[in-house]
Each structure stands twice: as C-alpha cells, then as structure tokens.
C-alpha cells in the first residue's frame, strides 16, 4: 500500500456494514444527511463530508454500481465487516475479516488504546500432497545437557519428527557447544541408518555458543535451500548464549527474507525464553517449552505435518502505521501462539488447510482532541497481508486498513472474539509482570499479580492453570523463589490460554 | 484514565482489562454473563466427590446442584439453581458468587457483586475463593443459605 489514499469507504461514511440492505442504505443516508446538510451543520469540514455522503448513496443505491464498487474495494478492509455475500469463493475471495475493540472512539487530550482482531484463511486449500521439506536440526551438547535426562528428551524429539518425515524430505544435524560442528550433511530421509548414528553421536561436553551455531547451519543450509519446498531451522538448547544474541537475530532476519522459517526448542529450566521467542518470531517461527516426551509427541508431527500441508510459500505483513500511533504489541494467537515483531515487515508463519492467523494488535492513539473532531474517521493503519502461493503465480493480497469513526463511545461492547482475545493477552501479561516485579525484589507485588490471575482463571474454569499459578504463589508465600522450571511452566501455560478456545478444545481432544 | 472498579488501579482509555487483577473494564454488569465453558463441566465430572445441596432456610426448600458444577448464584439466568428463590429485596447481583469443585474441594468465591457475600458471617473479598465444609452458612446479599454435601454413596442408596 503506497502513499496515495485509498477510495473512500462509502460504507464506514454511511455507518453500515458492506451486507447492509437497500433500506438500511437509505436510512443511513437521510440520518446522515440530515447530521451534515451544511444549512444545520456549520462546522468546517461538513460540507465536504456531505458531497461524500451524497456520492456514497449515488453509488450504493444502484445495485450496479455497488456491485462494481464491492468487487474494486475487494471488501474486507472496513472494520468489523462480514465477507460481502455474493461474492465467489475462490482464491481471489477476501479471507480477511477484521474486528475492533470499538469502531467509534472519543477523541480525548490523552491517549488511548485501541485493538484490533485479523482474523485471516489462506485462499488457498491444502495441497494433496505434501511439499519436500528440508529440516536442520541444531542441537545443543553442551555439558549441562547431560542432567536430568535433556539429551535423552532432545533426541525423543528428534525422532519424533523423523518418525513423520517422508521419503522425499532431507534433514541436516548441527551439533553445539563451544563451537558448532557439522554432524550430518543434508541427507534424504532414505537414509535413515545414517540420520540415527549422528544422531548417536551428540556428545556433551562445553558451554553453550548459539549464534556461531545457526551460522554455521545457515553456511551449509544456504547452499541447498529447497526450491520446491521448504527449509526449517529448529534450535534445540537448554542454555543461554551471552553476548551474541544480536547476531544471532540478524542472521535469523536473513533467513525470513530467504524464505526459511527458524523454530526454537528450550529444554529445561534455564535457556533464555525472550531471546529463543525473539529468533523464532524474526522468521515467523515459534518457541517451545518442551517439558516433557509427552509434550514433544504432542507438538512435533503436528509442527512437521503443518509444513509438509502448508497452504502458503510466505505470509508476510507489511504496514505503516499513522503518525504517533505505537503498535504495542503484536499477537499471533492461532495457528502458534507467538509476539510477534512490531516493526514492518513482519512474517507470519504458516497454517495448514481449516487453520487460520489470527492476529490481534494493540495500538496506542495519541490525543486526538486538539486535531481532530467528532464525525471524522480516524486512519490508524494501513497495510498489507501478502500471501505467496506454492508453485509461482503472484502474491495474494489482503489490504489492511484499520480506521476508527470518531465520537461519542459506542455503547455496543467490545466484540466477544476482541474481548477474549485481550483477556487472555492479561492472563499471560499479569504473571510476565509478576515475574518482572520477582526479579525486581518485590515479592509482595508478584504475589499479588499471581492470586489475582489465579481468582480470575479460577473465574473463567481454567482451574489446571489456577492451580499451577497458585502452587507458585504458595512457594512465594513460604519465602522460596520459584524454580527456573516453575517460571517456565507458568510462561507456557499462560502462553497457551491465548490459544482461542475452539483450537484449545481440538488441541485437547487429540491429546486424549 | 480510567479507574479499574475491582482493585483502583489507573488505566490508559480503551482499555479492556485490568493488567492488575484482570478485571473487565468495559461495561461491568455484562461483564460476568458470559458462562464457563462446557469443557469445565466434563473435565469435572468424575472429580466431583459430593452432591451439593443448598438449604434456604426462609423458605425452607432443599435445591440440589446439578451436574458438576461451577454453579453460578444470582439473578442473572433462570437456568441458574437458585433464581427462582431470589427477590428483588434479597440484594443479589446477577452474577455474585460461584462454588465449584477444585481437587476435591468445594470453594465459594464471591464474583465482585454489589452487596458482597458472606460465609460463616466472614466477608469474603471479591475474586479470592475461599473452601467450604459441609453445614457452612453462606449469605448473597441477604439471602442465607446453608450448604450440605452428600456423599454419592449416600444419594445413590436413599433416592
């Protein structure tokens, strides 16, 4: 989306939703214009406004021209708009439907903030067969690997994956501590003798260098990017890397231009979560706790089949924001939950068919008072969401316009989807902060933020997770800190609640 | 700003949640309406040690809670196990305090109503459960009533 501005959206001047019906059109319209007929509205922008709403009824009231004007706008980039009815399925279809927390906002002296729910379908089904996957593993043998059974749980993982690669698909093996080194070429997963003894042959022994590691991998996995398919880097560590995160990042920045997405595996306790969720979310990848066998049995065939069953090559977010709008955060919520950047462009990841994106993005509105009034529509985002299919053929795009009438607050609430969804982005920030104020040396205040999520998951019958976040407030309360592992459990598990509930019910019927 | 109505923590406008508690803060009376899902009830099934009953003393009528639980208490719904012998007087919000099993204990947590609730004359603070014993006397506003659990062995062999 360039500089130039878009149509006018004749619907958000009406105040109508694009499935709105020929009366609701007309009855928009005699309510508009008698708000902004310039004989009874004086401000300065009236007249200018009701030329709009005259030209909005000329071309929604005749069927033809709606029709024609439907199809141009391709119209899924008003907010809180359902698909236009009618229109074909097919790829050129929109998949874009977005919501927002409120479409009409006061404008007020102090800021405010202001969500917004994408809720996106690849055009495209599922292949019937499944795309050559290349997948390098780099894996962790420094010394504190050989406690507690991690080597053990690394390679569980490894073979759960291998367990459901096909024929077709090659995998490469990084091992590292001190220094990387190459353990396995890229072989075909014919060779599945060759694959297991290098496998077998990870030895512990050293500290833990990440960013020498995936440079390494990336010299080799480089060279023989998969064109037809695709190629995954999966880092396996237990550990934290000092000093050469940034590197690190930037390397996985290369990657997300290649086309390569990076997933990342902590094991135990100790690894360092921001910055393995950091280097996934660079490629649209995502971090795993892998606690347990249980767990990676759970994860792994699902995140392999996800690629193999991709419907996209590349879902990549492209965006400008408007002048003193802070995109705050930035949400995947399904497939994988992930934080993802905030800067443009930001890479989304992959579904596979009857998966969707769903992005929710919290913004902070400047004072609006003193440029802006009541009546005028407030642009806060333009973008795009280009979507690359297998095979060639040019990107499928989803224009992003996210704008807000200005007024009086609606007195509609929130969207159910917009509510759960930031609900649910406060569980998982209430016990981040109460971390945070654990390590800052304010126990009093953690323990406050843990009972207080504790009641209201309790609230809401997340009794599982009530449970954890209230074992880690009595540990607190007995004066103890709570294990690294504690912290890790409580970080995935909130992490998790974000899941929409649909995809947290299917996770729990698979699993039992 | 905007206040938070549960624990007074500030907030920037358009916010929808606490980041403190947690709490709601669009439109509170709404708020609670929304029912727990059905997977708590499954989920809770074969963990449920009791039967529930409720006594209301005034009118001296037994209602027995359905299924599993979390049982929602108020006006809110006419579904909801004790509704039809609230009145207007009674001071009862629509949703104000849930029991719900959790490792085989009954717990009572007051869900932020207006006129509060009460167990053995204690207050109890909004959103902290609290567990409760059989022949405990819980209070909604003004309405009493005492709680009773009955083994299953017990319901089974005397219908």
């Given amino acids: 989306m360039g500089t130039t501005r878009p149509q006018p959206n004749y619907y958000e001047i009406l105040g109508i939703s694009p499935n709105a019906t020929p009366q609701e059109i007309r009855q928009a319209y005699l309510e508009a214009v008698r708000r902004w007929h310039p004989d009874r509205n004086k401000t300065p922008e009236a007249h200018e406004v009701f030329l709009l709403v005259r030209e909005a009824y000329e071309i929604l009231s005749n069927p033809a021209l709606r029709k024609d004007y439907d199809q141009r706008m391709g119209f899924t980039i008003a907010p809180r708009t359902e698909p236009i009815l009618g229109t074909a399925p097919g790829p050129r279809a929109p998949q874009l439907r977005i919501r927002v927390s409120y479409d009409q906002i006061p404008p007020l002296d102090e800021p405010q903030v202001w969500y917004a729910l994408l809720n996106l379908r690849s055009p495209w089904p599922e292949p019937e067969r499944p795309h050559p996957l290349t997948l390098w593993f780099v894996l962790d043998q420094s010394n504190s690997m050989r406690k507690e059974g991690k080597m053990a749980l690394q390679k569980a993982a490894v073979r759960y994956a291998l367990n459901i690669l096909r024929p077709e698909d090659q995998v490469g093996i990084v091992g590292f501590h001190d220094r990387p080194r190459l353990l396995l070429p890229l072989t075909p997963m014919k060779e599945r003798g060759a694959i297991e003894r290098a496998l077998e042959s990870l030895r512990p022994g050293g500290g833990t260098e990440i960013a020498q590691a995936v440079e390494l991998t990336w010299r080799y996995a480089q060279q023989r990017l998969s064109q037809r398919g695709l190629t995954a880097i999966w880092l396996f560590t237990d550990g934290r890397t000092y000093g050469d995160e940034d590197r690190a990042l930037s390397l996985a920045r290369q990657w997300a231009e290649a086309g390569v997405i990076c997933d990342t595996f902590g094991i135990g306790g100790d690894w360092n979560e921001s910055f393995l969720e950091d280097l996934a979310a660079q490629t649209g990848g995502a971090s795993y706790f892998l606690d347990s066998e249980s767990t990676a049995q759970q994860l792994i065939p699902e995140k392999v089949e996800r690629y193999h069953y991709a419907t996209v090559r590349r879902a990549r977010f492209t965006f400008t924001l408007s002048p003193q709008v802070q995109l705050t955060g930035l949400y995947r919520m399904s497939p994988e939950v992930a934080h993802l950047p905030t800067q443009s462009p930001v890479q989304l990841g992959l579904v596979r068919g009857g998966e969707r994106w769903l992005l929710l993005l919290e913004m902070r509105l400047p004072p609006l008072r003193a440029t802006h009034r009541e009546g005028q529509t407030y642009q806060v985002l333009y973008g795009r969401i280009g979507l690359l299919p297998w095979g060639g053929g040019p990107e499928h795009e989803e224009g992003v316009v996210l704008q807000v009438r200005l007024g009086e607050r609606a007195p509609s609430r929130p969207p159910r989807a917009v509510r759960h969804a930031v609900e649910r982005l406060t569980w998982y920030r209430m016990q981040r902060a109460s971390r945070e104020a654990l390590h800052r040396g304010q126990p009093h205040k953690a323990r406050k933020l843990l009972r207080n999520l504790a009641a209201r998951l309790t609230q809401r019958g997340r009794l599982r997770a009530a449970a954890q976040v209230k074992r880690v407030e009595r540990r607190l309360r007995a004066g103890a800190l709570p294990s690294a592992k504690d912290e890790k459990v409580l970080e995935y598990g909130t992490r998790l609640l974000m899941l929409p509930e649909n995809v947290d019910a299917a996770r729990r019927r698979r699993s039992s | ?159």
């Fill in chain 2, 1 to 159: 700003m905007i206040r938070c109505p549960v624990c007074g923590a500030t907030a920037l406008e358009g916010s929808l949640y606490c980041s403190e508690c947690g709490s709601p803060l669009w439109e509170q009376e709404q708020a609670h309406d929304e029912t727990t899902s059905p997977q708590t009830e499954t989920r809770l099934l074969d963990a449920c040690p009791a039967q529930v009953q409720l006594w209301l003393e005034r009118d001296d009528v037994t209602v027995d809670l359905p299924g599993s639980g979390p049982w929602d208490l108020g006006r809110a719904a006419k579904s909801l196990p004790l509704t039809a012998y609230i009145r207007p007087q009674d001071g009862v919000s629509r949703r104000h305090a849930r029991l719900y099993w959790e490792n085989d204990r009954l717990y009572l947590v007051d869900l932020g109503s207006t006129n509060g609730t009460k167990i053995n004359g204690q207050r109890l603070q909004p959103w902290q459960p609290v567990p409760v014993r059989d022949g405990d006397v819980v209070q909604m506003g003004r309405l009493r009533f005492y709680v009773h659990l009955i083994p299953h062995e017990a319901t089974e062999s005397n219908p």
